[in-house]
Structures are given as C-alpha cells and as structure tokens.
C-alpha cells in the first residue's frame, strides 16, 4: 500500500494565473446549472487531493488549510481510507441499516460509544451529515423528556435543515426568506472570551452567559421546565472559532442537571480528534447527554451520527430513521479513520497546533490588524480588527487576507464576522504549517500596508 507522506506534494506549485482557463470553463458552467445558493469564496476547481494538497483542473498544487471545511481528516484520499471504500463498495455497497443489519454498523456504533465522555453506555443514530444529526438530536430530546422547548447560543451554526436552521444564529441570511421556522427556540448570548458578553467584560464572560440565562432568560421568557434540550457548540464553528470557557460548560452541564435539561454537545466541526482529544468538551471535562458528529468522522464520505446515553436514546421503533444514514460504505470509511486518528494523527494535531499557536504568538503585537489567535489542536481562529483597543472588527480585510492566500496556494476560509479559520487535515507536518503561517504572514503585512 502507498503510503499517503511519501505521495504528497507537500507545498503549493502554480503554473498558471488564477483561475487557470480551464477553472473559468467549469466556473462557467457552474453558473448556469448550479443552485445560486452555494456560496464560493474564490475560484478553486479542485480536480485530485493527496494529503493535505489539491491539485486543481489546471495543474496548479495548492495546500488545504480547509480540508473541505474540516472534513478530510485523515487527509485527501488517504490510502487506508480509499482501500477501505474500494473494499467495502465490492461486496455491498447498501441494504438500509433501517430495515437490515451491518456488522460493520454495530462495530462503529461500539467504538463511537467507547470514545464518547461517560462511564454510561452510549446508542448510536446514524445519518448522513450533521444537519441530519441535530435534528435526530431535536427530536430525541423532546421525545425523551416530553417537553418542547430548545434553547441554543447566538452565533451558532447548526446547519440548514428547518430544524436546525432554527437553532442557528449566525448569519441573517442563512434565515431570511424561509418564513416561520420551528416554533419554542431560544437563543443566549455565547461566552466570548475576546469580546464579552455585548461587548463588555470579556473577563466575566462565562459568568454573564451563565447569569444571563438563569436569571433573564429562565424568568421572563422560558420556563426552565419546559426546555427539552440546550444545544451547544463547544468551539463556535461559523460564528468565528470561539472558544467556551471550561467554567462555563461545567456551569451548563449544572444547570442543565439542575432542571432536567438534556445537555447537546454539536461536535459536527470540533469533534474527531480535531482540537486533540475526540471531543472538545474532553478538554472541560463535561459529559454531554447527546453528542452529533460529522465533517471529519469519515474523511470525506457523508456521515453523520447522533451519540447519546443509552438511558436517553428511549425511542421505540418507526420513531426516526434514514434510509441511507450509516451506508456501509462510508461506515468502512470511518472505522478507517477512526483508526488512523487514534494511531497517530489525533496526536500530530495537538503537535502541529502547538507549532502554529508558537508561530503566531507575537502576532498581535507585530500586526496592528489581528486581535487575537486562539484555538486547540488544529481548530485555530485568528480574529481581524480594524483596531486592537476599539475591537472594530474588519470583514473585508479578512476576505481580503483570504483571496491573497488562494493567490499564493494557500486554501483557508474565514468564520464568523472576521475570522480565519485554521482547520487543515490533521496529517500536516511542521515544513506545512511553517509555510502556512508564513503566507498568512505575508498576506496580513500587504493588507496592512495597503491601508
């Protein structure tokens, strides 16, 4: 078997301006036949990815600090994973886990319920994205504690579904034009350890958050008795890589106990080993009641799970299911990557972490533009601002950073009002994250010169 360090092309090489002729050709294409809705950050057609590179239809290598959107964990066709799926595809590719069994099933639904935080046993549902997750995860809680009522956090991102469109508050236009969306969803202000809570006391965010909810949204909108679930990302994905504070989550697993509250961890984005354990909350030492997974679970093939305590996952059969959720295919693929990731690249993403947390560590005082650096593992925000004392923050020279780095080969993406995000596959080494930060730098400098 090939293996995937020794095949990679491991810095960007362009041979052509960008995009490349046969880029606009495809670009062109798109526009007349795909949905408007997609939204495009620069013109990459991608053609074939090795490792943490893409080559695109013109030739061109660029390094994939994105990996599909934190998806491609165990790198771009990793050739463990790919022989898992050629495997896997020529004995069966479907039957429906919802009518019919797998042993490949039962074997991923063991080792998901080893690795979730608990001592209890876990059940395992599975779909195919995180969307599909977090409404598995809506519909269990109110199933499970006969209530109706949802809380989630301002600037979270829990995907496009109506239901979770409902829990999702990050961007306006992510909601607009869809009419009346599921009815008893809240929303509390995130803790935001940069800005604080309405732009104040970043230092007591945790508390105000924690405050906030008891003491104003428990008394004058939702009765706490009525809240099936509370919904949380542990790391903001969209809404800017935010971190929540240890203290907080432990304050919200409290009070979710406190009220019979079914705690929900959205691990879709931080979950699988990106932030260097399975799950950020590992790192607070929290016990969710559900956890949904995604993006990096199966390197690339869709699947998405919701993990709960088995005392929890109550339903009675007919009460949910998905015909293609947990295809047997893309199960190979995750019990690939699970296996990659416990092995050895879980780890090489706290090392690698470690190296670009050291490289940016003066940033904020060389570079006027940039706030704060913050992160774990390989989930890394670096926030943009007009100015470091008023915090005004600066949408448009992120995007700007964003389309220089396309230009010079390296993919990133931006999260949240005016964050870059740093979420490259897992298998990086330190030669890429060195060329990383050192593009990133470059870019930050010219934008700031031309200001």
Known sequence: MPNVEVM????????????????????????????????????????????????????NTFLDFAAGIAVVATGHCH??????????????IHMSGTDFYYSSLAELAKKLSSIAPGKERKKVYFGNSGAEA?????????????????????????????????????????????????????????????????????????????????????????????????????????????????????GLQRICRKYGILLIADEVQSGMGRTGKWWAVDHSGVEPDIITSAKGIASGMPLGVMIARASVMDWTPGAHASTFGGNPVCVAASLATIRLLESKYMANAVRMGEVIMKLTADWTTRHKIVGEVRGRGLMIGIELVRDQ???????????????????????????????????????????????????????????????
């Open 134 to 250: 977090i409404e598995a995860a809506i519909k269990l809680a109110k199933y499970h504690t006969k209530r109706d009522k949802l809380i989630a956090f301002h600037g979270a991102f829990h995907g496009r579904t109506i239901g979770a469109l409902s829990l999702t508050a990050s961007r306006a236009v992510q909601r607009k034009g869809f009419g009346t969306l599921l009815s008893g969803v809240f929303h509390t202000p995130y803790p935001d350890t940069y800005r604080g809570t309405y732009g104040i006391r970043p230092e007591h965010a945790a508390e105000d958050c924690l405050g906030y909810l008891e003491n104003e949204l428990f008394r004058r909108r939702v009765d706490p008795e009525e809240v099936a679930g509370i919904f949380i990302e542990p790391i903001q994905g969209e809404g800017g890589y935010i971190l929540a504070p240890a203290e907080f989550l432990q």
């Open 8 to 59: 990679e092309k491991k810095l960007p090489h362009l041979v052509t301006s960008l995009p490349g002729p046969n880029a606009k050709k495809v670009v062109e294409l798109d526009a007349e036949f795909v949905s408007a809705s997609y939204t495009r950050d620069y013109p990459l057609v991608a053609k074939s990815g090795i490792g943490a590179t893409v080559d695109d239809v013109d030739g």
């Open 79 to 92: 050739p463990e994973v790919v022989a898992a799926i050629q495997k896997q595809a020529a004995e069966l």
């Open 389 to 451: 004392k008023t915090k005004e923050k600066a949408n448009d020279l992120r995007n700007k950073i964003v389309q220089l780095a396309f230009h010079k080969g390296l993919l990133v993406l931006g999260s949240g009002d005016t964050t870059l995000r740093l979420c490259p596959p897992l298998v990086i080494d330190e030669e890429q994250a060195k060329f990383a930060i050192q593009t990133l730098d470059a870019c930050i400098t010219e934008v700031e010169r031309a200001m």
